[in-house]
C-alpha cells in the first residue's frame, strides 16, 4: 500500500527553522489580488490597498501563514512523509484549518515543527493532516493544519475521521462581493513557493484530469479571507482568531469568485463560488472565528 498509516503516524517530527521578509509578504499579498480595490475601483495607491502593498504600512494577513517560510508545506512536504509514497497527480488539496495565536510580524524568523496529525481511510481516497506548529523567541504564532486528499488510495479499513460537514448558513447573506482573478493569477502567486506543475503546466493538467491549470486552493483562501476582513473586520487583520475551510471545487484563472457572507457571534460564515460557472461551490464549510 503506497501509504503505510503506521508508519506514516509513528515518525517523528520535522522541525526547523523558517524566516520571512516583507518582500515575502507583499509578494503573497500581490498574488491573492491587494493593489486593486474592486468595490471602490480605486488605483493601487488606495490607502486601504497600501496596508497590504507599501513596507511602511505593511501588516499581515493571517493566511500569509500557509506560504511563510517555504510554501505550500501542507501539500508538497506531506508527501515527502516517511510511509507516504503517492503520485502528485492523484493529490488534491482537500481543506485547510488555521489557528492565530497571535498578530505575524512583518518579517521574521522562527522554527516550524511539521507532522501528520492523522491519517483517514475515506473508501475511494486517504486523506492525509499535517499539522504546522510555528513559534518564534516570543512564543506561538500560528497552527496550520492542512488536509491532503489522495484519490484511490483509501480502503484499506482505517479510522474515516470525523466529518467536518457543516449545516448551511440561512437567510441572505450579510454582504456578497466579487473578486476576479487574473489570467496569469497563479503564476504571480506560486512564486510564494507552491510551485506544483497543476497550476502551471497544461499538460500536466491533463495528467490530473483537469482541461487546464487550475488556481492554488490557497490562493481561493486567501482571496476569501482578504474579502472578509476588508468588508467586515474594518481591514484589521489582527482581530482574525482561526480560519477554516473544506474545497469544494476548482476555481480556473480568470474566472470571478462570488464570496458569500453571513455574521454571526464572534465569527463569520462563507461561501464561495464561481459566478461564470453557474455559481459552482468553491469554498464550502468556512468560518472566520474573530475577536
Not at 82 to 110: F, S, Y
Request: charged share 25%.
Amino acid at each position: 500500500m503506497p501509504i503505510d498509516a503506521a508508519k506514516a503516524l509513528a515518525a517523528p517530527p520535522r522541525t526547523g527553522e523558517i524566516s520571512w521578509t516583507t518582500k515575502d509578504v507583499q509578494l503573497y499579498h500581490l498574488g491573492i489580488g491587494a493593489g486593486a480595490n474592486p468595490d471602490k475601483d480605486a488605483p493601487a495607491t488606495d490607502p486601504d490597498e497600501l496596508r497590504y502593498t507599501l513596507e511602511s504600512r505593511l501588516h499581515v494577513l493571517p493566511s500569509f501563514a500557509t506560504v511563510a517560510g517555504s510554501g505550500a508545506p501542507g501539500v508538497i512536504s506531506g508527501l515527502s512523509m516517511p510511509g507516504v509514497e503517492v503520485e502528485l497527480a492523484k493529490v488534491l488539496h482537500g481543506g485547510q484549518a488555521l489557528e492565530i495565536h497571535r498578530p505575524i510580524p512583518a518579517e521574521g524568523t522562527a522554527r516550524a515543527t511539521h507532522r501528520l496529525a492523522a491519517v483517514h481511510d475515506k473508501g475511494k481516497a486517504a486523506v492525509l493532516v499535517l499539522r504546522t506548529e510555528v513559534a518564534d523567541a516570543d512564543g506561538p504564532l500560528w497552527t496550520n493544519d492542512a488536509q491532503i486528499f489522495v484519490r484511490g488510495e483509501g480502503g484499506w479499513g482505517g479510522d474515516r475521521g470525523p466529518s467536518v460537514r457543516l449545516d448551511p448558513p440561512t437567510g441572505e447573506p450579510d454582504r456578497t462581493v466579487e473578486r476576479p482573478v487574473r489570467a496569469d493569477q497563479a503564476l504571480l502567486y506560486r512564486l510564494s513557493g507552491d510551485w506544483n506543475p497543476l497550476h502551471a503546466d497544461p499538460e500536466f493538467a491533463k495528467l490530473a484530469g483537469f482541461d487546464r491549470p487550475i488556481l492554488h486552493g490557497l490562493c481561493t483562501y486567501g482571496i476569501t479571507l482578504k474579502a472578509v476582513v476588508d468588508t467586515l473586520l474594518g481591514g484589521d487583520v489582527s482581530r482574525v482568531r482561526s480560519y477554516t475551510t473544506r474545497f469544494a471545487g476548482v476555481v480556473y484563472p480568470g474566472e470571478t469568485l462570488r464570496i458569500r457572507m453571513w455574521r454571526q457571534e464572534g465569527s463569520v460564515r462563507v461561501a464561495v463560488s464561481a459566478v461564470e460557472r453557474d455559481d459552482a461551490p468553491v469554498l464550502t464549510d468556512t468560518v472566520v472565528q474573530h475577536s
